[in-house]
């Protein structure tokens, strides 16, 4: 063999081992992202992919259902009813589920989670309304049509409900629990000049719950985050019979309909780009929902009011529902 030869060798063994390494760092790289590890968006959005807001919800959607199908075999050792069975089981289904057969999508409907963004979004991706029209509509009337004409309620057929349920693509869209309490505690019972059918259930909670020597104003009674928390806490109470704080997992069935996508109102916007994406809603964005009504901050500011005797029991009672849907222990309350 001669020198040139020789080299030629070399030349072709280091370009062998170079692809090699490559190929190695290239293997890395993919373990590390599907892995979870700490690395793994960071090496993603600096060298496979620029879009990392649809990357990182979409990450988040998969993490959740994979949180919600482990939660679900925790708490259920049966394997999950047939659709129509759970249709009928559950009663909370009928006023939860919407369907658009326009695009496919099942979605269910929990109060205090952007319930309203929800209605006007599914009125103009079905056509109900005009695009244009998104930003003016009423929210009573965006609600009147989705129900007149996209709500479970309005199919009288069992079997096609189930078959809806069965091939339909699912989401749900969820808020922290205590968040989602405060919010329904500041919307239902802190204002005490209510009329409404909360003005009774205020008056109960005050004399049960506030031991019988809460403050009134003009005649009327002043619950408190604490006298409210008691009320959900009592296991006496029936407190989770009312829609607007009660569970999500009674009212959306997750272990037997197995959501596809769970969105979270904190990454609302993100969540729900990705989503129309997904399924192709036109040029259609998510309205804005109003979350700096009960942020964060609030629910810190309301919470430090609130016995510490109380908050442990609250998260128990509602902590179903952070394992199914993918939320952490307040980190406050994390021992």
């Known amino acids: 063999m001669g020198l040139r030869e020789h080299k030629v060798l ?5 370009l062998l081992l170079g692809l090699y390494l490559i190929g190695q760092t290239f293997q890395m790289v993919k373990k590390r992202i599907e892995s979870g590890t700490p690395e793994r968006y960071e090496i993603y959005r600096s060298q496979l992919d620029h879009n ?5 919800a979409e990450r988040s ?11 679900c075999r925790k708490y259920s050792k049966n394997r999950p009813s047939s659709s129509d069975v759970t249709y009928v089981k559950n009663p909370f289904l009928k006023t939860s589920l919407f369907f658009s057969d326009k695009f496919k999508v099942l979605f269910c409907q929990i109060p205090k989670c952007a319930t309203r963004s929800q209605a006007k979004f599914l ?4 056509d109900l309304i005009k695009e244009s029209e998104m930003d003016t509509v009423t929210e009573i009337r965006a609600t009147s049509l989705i129900e ?5 309620r309005r199919i009288r057929n069992i079997n096609e409900i189930a078959r809806k349920m069965n091939t339909y693509s699912k989401v749900v869209i969820v808020r922290e629990p205590f968040s989602r309490l405060l919010s329904a505690y500041r919307n239902k019972l802190e204002n005490n000049k209510r009329r409404d059918g909360y003005a009774g259930a205020a008056r109960n909670i005050h004399e049960k719950y506030g031991e019988g020597h809460g403050e009134e104003m003009d005649g009327a009674p002043v619950i408190t985050l604490n006298d409210f928390v008691s009320y959900l806490v009592d296991p006496k109470s029936n407190a989770q019979l ?13 272990c037997e309909i197995q959501y596809d996508y769970i969105v979270h109102v904190d990454t609302i916007d993100d969540d729900m780009a990705f989503i129309i994406n997904k399924f192709g809603f036109k040029n259609l964005t998510f309205p ?8 964060n901050a609030k629910v810190q500011k309301y919470f430090a009011d609130v016995s510490p005797n109380l908050v442990e029991p609250l998260y128990e009672t509602y902590k179903k529902d952070y394992e199914l849907f993918g939320f952490m222990k307040p980190s406050k309350f994390q021992g």
């Open 148 to 152: 007149r004409h996209l709500s479970a």
């Open 288 to 295: 804005p929902s109003f979350n700096s009504f009960t942020d």
């Open 52 to 56: 990392s807001t649809t990357y990182q």
């Open 61 to 71: 959607m998969k993490f959740r259902r994979e949180m919600m199908l482990s939660a």
């Open 123 to 126: 009125a103009a991706a079905d």
């Open 242 to 254: 009312d829609q607007h704080w009660n569970y999500f997992h009674r009212l959306c069935s997750p």
């Open 10 to 14: 070399l030349i072709t063994a280091a």
